[in-house]
């Protein structure tokens, strides 16, 4: 058997491309009852489980009920589809059978899973060996054998449920540990059984299994090949090129020198996703000079086909040969001539922008790749920060001569994941990558002289500087994709996606505007890098009247893609028909930042070094020691979806439907920096401030940090989120704190708060499944309320009140002025448009007022304005900043 160990969960997850986590609901999964437990046996097993149930398609059959833990977490991590779970009644047994675990009575079959209340559990009573499987039990995602242990048994159950799993989906075997084979003899006749099974049916696949955990398990592909039209496709018209052949021979050079390969862009992240194997073949479309190959060779051990359309291939060749590789191929053609011939991996850096019909090249690509192969594909980017040097460095006709060569659109990671997506279902990897700032040849000859040398000291702290950098949308000069070819039946997304917008059509012409908006808004929540269904759904809206919908739908699709032209002159339009000139002025000065022809150099101005230390580790924990990102967490209680828990030496009552309650269950914490810095910073005795507590996951630590001599004050105006936070205060005994049920702002007034299970805000509100409700609130000032309430003194203030925070600061000036508090204040730059401000707005207010900011990430101050806006103007997500106030 070909068996591949994983050294952890995640791992395993990025293997698949999992994008979700299972959520272990046992509370005694660490529990030692005998050396079968060692290792921390039964939580290895767990995560297998819940993670393959969490992230399959389709409905899951279990053989072996049990008490029904398995059961229990299989459904609790699938909920929108039935398992199955199968069990012998004791009046069932043969006398024949072995390595039946236990027998149990008909109550106490399934006993765990009902003491859940889970409504998607159907119990079968059977024995197997004489079993017929119901036809609805079909097209499975995911079957779990886990009865009778012995060869007979899971060889017969295995091949009773084969035809019945789909696609793609996954069997997995209980009792499967290589390591223990020899040792326990239930262990050998299962792992004789998988084998038996897999030589039966010529399956030659390989079996997965997470060290330390009993499972092993196989992804199902029935398919012998991938259907593909059998005729040579002939290569696109010239015109779909914007370069040619003449274009490349001119950028290489005849002159060519070869030298020692020793690294690559993007190594770090190939690395994680790319195995060794000296069997695999390699091709690099537009392969010059062949750097990228002779690394690939090297560090994965692949053969390298380099596959070059300009007249120096052979320059490829020498440099293959400098290195040590002998095992190479050259072909010096138009690659979509290349033609029956099929890689293990394909990757090309810098290449598919060059065609107007882009699509096409991506699919060649695909055409070259062998089932199950990898894709590696790279773009460079020409908006944010990249288009500002671009204008600083060279004369408009000469930039106008880049932009030419390249499609720009190809190069938005929207477009980019959308079109591969009509090719896979498995993309591994799509993101901004760094390895440095700059991409261009930055000796250009056509550089402006009065820039060169500026571009030159640029280029050479490039790699460094773009190596501590965070990747983001705004800085990094690359996106990188990997992604692996179907092995199995594969319906392209645009097929999906057009599907239900002919179900929407439909609904539209019989005038059900609310079925036709639903069906959009599961597309989008399905396929959220399509940006034409955000478009349409806020036509929609503006057409039914609702302004404010649209509005926020299209904002919703520019934090997903902040250069996209089409949604900047859509809201455009929506700000001028409602007259709203402030909105319009943030909107504008947005869209600056990522176009090159209305982009201003960045700042180069720093800021002073801060006036005192900051009251904590002057150094984040560093590279050598991460923030601790995870906790331990014990299930105490679970009410279906509603389970209570411990975590970090606090108690929680959670949603488990709820993105940040999955956090804290799946992780034990929530934004696990601002957790770091509030336990370094806090100390007993403190006066704190929690505006905007929520359900009080910050209030909670609060209370612990500042003990019985300090106090809590926490600001919290919808009755939902009042309610969960004063449960959680019961819950942890916090006695210091004192709630009040009231928002804070620049006036004092009344106004509606649009509020749902997640969000409660005055300016934004996730327009999804779940119903919005309109709260009447109350707001202060924090000026007036610390005068009434005699407050002596204030150490520190976290605010998170979804675009309110300037208003606040501006209530809050003469508090800030006379307690100076450190703050933690998010800035999230298209909730602060939505409420008429921006990032630069919102720093202006605190810088005058002598705060100085530092990033969570490091603990150290901003060095620079520029840095300052990566982090905090952020349109992706919003970013927690720390502010230290001066002492004069």
Wanted: aromatic share 12%; proline share 5%; net charge negative.
């Amino acid at each position: 058997m070909k068996i591949t160990v994983f050294e952890s969960v995640q791992e395993l997850k990025r293997f698949f491309g999992f994008q979700r986590d299972g959520i272990i609901i046992e509370n005694d999964i660490d529990l030692v009852e005998s050396e079968c437990d060692f290792f921390e046996r039964k939580r290895r097993d767990a995560e297998v489980l819940t993670t393959l149930s969490a992230n399959c398609a389709g409905a899951c059959l279990e053989i072996g009920t049990s008490h029904g833990r398995s059961t229990a977490e299989l459904a609790s991590n699938n909920p929108t589809n039935i398992v199955y779970t199968v069990n012998l009644l004791p009046e069932q047994i043969s006398a024949e059978e072995k390595f039946i675990t236990h027998l149990l009575t008909k109550e106490e079959i399934g006993s765990y899973y009902r003491g859940h209340n889970l409504n998607n559990v159907e119990q079968i009573y059977a024995n197997t060996f004489a079993w017929t499987v119901p036809a609805k039990i079909s097209e499975l995602g995911l079957v779990f054998v886990d009865g009778n242990h012995d060869t007979k048994a899971v060889f017969s159950d295995t091949s009773l449920i084969y035809e019945r799993v789909r696609n793609g989906g996954f069997i997995l075997w209980h009792d499967f540990s290589p390591p223990l084979r020899g040792k326990y003899e239930w262990i050998n006749a299962v792992m004789t059984g998988v084998e038996q099974f897999l030589e039966s049916k010529s399956l030659d696949v390989e079996i997965f299994h997470l060290k330390n955990s009993w499972i092993g398990f196989i992804k199902i592909n029935k398919a012998k090949s991938i259907a593909t039209d059998p005729a040579v496709p002939s290569p696109p018209s010239p015109e779909c090129f914007l370069t040619d052949r003449e274009y490349w021979s001119d950028k290489h050079s005849a002159a060519f020198t070869p030298w020692t390969v020793n690294g690559m862009l993007f190594s770090s992240i190939l690395e994680q996703y790319l195995p060794v194997n000296e069997h695999y073949t390699c091709a690099e479309i537009g392969a010059y000079p062949g750097t990228n190959l002779c690394y690939l060779a090297k560090r994965f051990n692949y053969k390298p086909i380099a596959v070059e359309f300009s007249d120096y291939a052979d320059n490829i060749e020498s440099l293959f040969k400098f290195n040590g590789i002998a095992n190479y191929e050259v072909i010096n053609e138009d690659f979509f001539k290349v033609t029956g011939k099929q890689y293990d991996v394909v990757t090309s850096f810098g290449f598919i922008e060059h065609f107007n019909n882009y699509p096409e090249a991506i699919k060649k690509h695909f055409d070259l790749l062998k089932p199950g192969g990898y894709l590696v594909i790279s773009v460079p980017r020409f908006d944010g920060f990249q288009g500002a040097l671009f204008e600083l460095a060279f004369e408009s006709n000469v930039f106008n001569d880049m932009i030419a060569a390249h499609n720009l659109k190809i190069t938005d990671i929207n477009e980019l994941k959308h079109t591969v997506s009509q090719f896979t279902d498995s993309i591994l990897y799509c993101d901004y990558a760094n390895d440095g700032i700059l991409y261009y040849d930055w000796n250009h000859p056509k550089l402006k002289d009065d820039k060169r040398w500026l571009i030159h000291f640029i280029n050479k702290i490039s790699g460094t500087l773009g190596r501590s950098l965070p990747a983001d949308q705004f800085f990094s000069p690359y996106i990188l994709l990997i992604a692996r070819k179907p092995d199995h039946a594969f319906i392209p997304s645009t097929t999906t996606i057009a599907t239900a917008l002919q179900s929407a059509s439909l609904k539209l012409s019989a005038g059900d505007y609310p079925g036709a908006i639903s069906v959009l808004e599961e597309c989008i929540r399905r396929f959220p890098e399509y940006l034409e269904t955000y478009q349409i759904l806020a036509e929609l809206h503006l057409e039914m009247g609702q302004t404010a919908k649209a509005e926020q739908t299209l904002l919703t699709a520019l934090d997903i893609s902040p250069q996209h032209v089409d949604l900047f002159e859509k809201l455009r339009t929506i700000y001028r028909a409602s007259g709203n000139p402030d909105k319009l002025k943030v909107l504008d000065r947005h869209m600056s930042l990522w176009h090159p022809e209305n982009f201003g150099a960045p700042s180069s101005g720093t800021q002073q070094p801060p006036p005192h230390p900051m009251p904590a580790p002057q150094s984040g924990p560093g590279n050598e020691s991460l923030f601790p990102t995870s906790y331990p967490v014990t299930i105490l209680e679970q009410d279906q979806n509603i389970i209570t828990c411990s975590a970090n030496g606090n108690r929680w009552k959670l949603d488990a439907t709820q993105f940040v309650d999955r956090e804290i269950l799946s992780k034990g914490v929530f934004e696990p920096e601002s957790t770091y810095w509030v336990n370094h910073i806090l100390k007993e005795g403190m006066t704190v401030l929690d505006v905007g507590a929520n359900f009080g996951y910050f209030t909670v630590q609060f209370s612990r940090l500042v003990g019985n001599t300090g106090r809590v004050y926490a600001f919290e105006p919808s009755d939902h989120f009042h309610r969960r936070l004063s449960e959680h205060l019961r819950l942890n005994e916090c006695s210091n704190v004192t709630v009040l049920k009231m928002g804070l702002s620049d006036v004092k007034e009344d106004l509606q708060l649009l509020i749902d299970d997640s969000t409660a805000t005055l300016y934004w509100h996730d327009d999804a499944k779940k119903p919005v409700a309109i709260e009447t609130i109350h707001l202060e000032t924090l000026d007036s309320y610390v005068e009434a309430a005699g407050l002596s003194k204030i150490d520190f203030i976290k605010i998170d009140i979804d675009g309110t925070e300037p208003r606040f600061i501006a209530g809050a000036q003469k508090t800030l002025k006379k307690f100076k508090p450190v703050l933690l204040i998010e800035f999230a730059q298209l909730v602060l448009m939505a409420a008429g401000s921006d990032v630069p707005a919102l720093a202006k207010q605190l810088k005058d007022l002598g705060y100085t900011f530092y990033s969570e990430t490091t603990g150290q101050p901003f060095t620079s304005e520029a840095q300052f806006l990566r982090e905090a103007m952020n349109c992706s997500h919003s970013v927690n900043i720390i502010c230290i106030p001066s002492k004069g």
